[in-house]
């Protein structure tokens, strides 16, 4: 088993084109059955970003599955199989903020994954389904332009910023977007954090610093999530960052960015396999609207798709 997974790590990196089109080429090639289509397969799962843990994992269960039956595959079963190994680990997140509470909803992620343009995504998407006053809270206090872009933001969604200079305490920015938020009847507070990833050390005890003022500011009446954003296209750098932030605080749903089902979907099963963690959207393009509610059937056709 060690063997295998070695062998498999050193190609995580190889790109992949279309999935369930290379699904396709495989049962043609090699006929659904024998050793060499599973090492095959495992391959097309760590390429697709299911990581080799995972690869290793649904290929062993395929096996057992198929053990004693005759002939192999045809595409239909092998999909099928497919996805009802897949299906049990994919959960669903419901952000939809309660209106009878105070909701936070605190935004994890290393710098670059598109925490800041995510959080303005679901502050539009909010404001579309239930009207009411948002406000932002600039936590990622080490990086002017993110505060900078954040009030750009803001301005756009038609949602209030809680600000402090570049520097300052992302603590004392949440405490005051918390007060401030319950002094003008806001509902809703979606905050940024940093993502200094170079610092783990600092950036865990920054998180839970945040962590315990939030909580504490809340109380237990209302409501809080700390959400990931992760970054499709980093591949397993995408299940370490998992990693380090569910430990560090724990993550309550993640939100994947950059996403194409065609190529590096496998991600979302991999963590979802891995670290039992719901996701609640799939960033899917630039625009304000291009942030899709995570749907785990629609998810499975579009990445085990042959064409």
């Known amino acids: 088993m060690f063997g295998r997974r070695k062998k498999l790590d050193k190609r995580e990196q190889k790109p992949v084109k279309v999935f369930g089109r290379r699904i396709r080429d495989l049962l043609l090639r090699r006929g659904g059955g024998g050793e060499a289509f599973y090492e095959e397969l ?14 290793v994992e649904i290929v062993d269960e395929l096996r057992e599955f198929r053990n004693g039956k005759p002939g192999g ?3 239909e079963e092998l999909i099928s199989d497919l996805k009802n190994l897949i299906r049990p680990s994919l959960r669903i997140a419901d952000l939809s903020p309660d209106p009878d509470k105070m909701t936070l909803y605190l935004v994890l992620g290393v710098n670059g994954a598109g925490k800041t343009t995510t959080i303005a995504k679901m502050a539009y998407l909010f404001a579309q389904e239930s009207p009411g006053k948002i406000v932002l809270a600039a936590g990622d206090t080490f990086r002017a332009a993110a505060i900078d872009q954040l009030e750009i933001h803001g301005k756009r969604v038609g949602a209030r910023v809680v600000r402090q200079d570049h520097g300052s305490d992302p603590g004392a920015v949440i405490y005051d977007a918390i007060n401030s938020a319950a002094a003008h009847g806001d509902k809703l507070i ?30 237990k009446e209302n409501d809080y999530r700390k959400i990931l954003v992760i970054d499709a296209t980093t591949g397993q750098n995408g299940m370490r960052q998992a990693e380090t932030f569910h430990e560090a605080i724990g993550v309550d749903a993640v939100i994947m960015t950059k996403y ?48």
């Open 42 to 55: 495992e391959d097309l799962l760590v390429e697709a970003d299911f990581g080799a843990s995972a690869a």
């Open 73 to 75: 595959w045809s595409r």
């Open 190 to 219: 979606i905050a940024d954090t940093a993502g200094r990833m170079h610092n783990r050390t600092n950036l865990v005890k920054e998180l839970s610093k945040i962590d315990r003022i939030a909580r504490e500011q809340l109380g």
């Open 260 to 307: 194409d089902s065609s190529a590096k979907g496998g991600l979302v099963a991999a963590i979802s396999r891995k670290l039992n963690l719901p996701f609640a959207f799939l960033g899917r393009g630039e625009g304000m609207e291009d942030l899709v509610p995570f749907n785990p059937e629609a998810y499975l056709d579009e990445l085990l798709a042959g064409d």
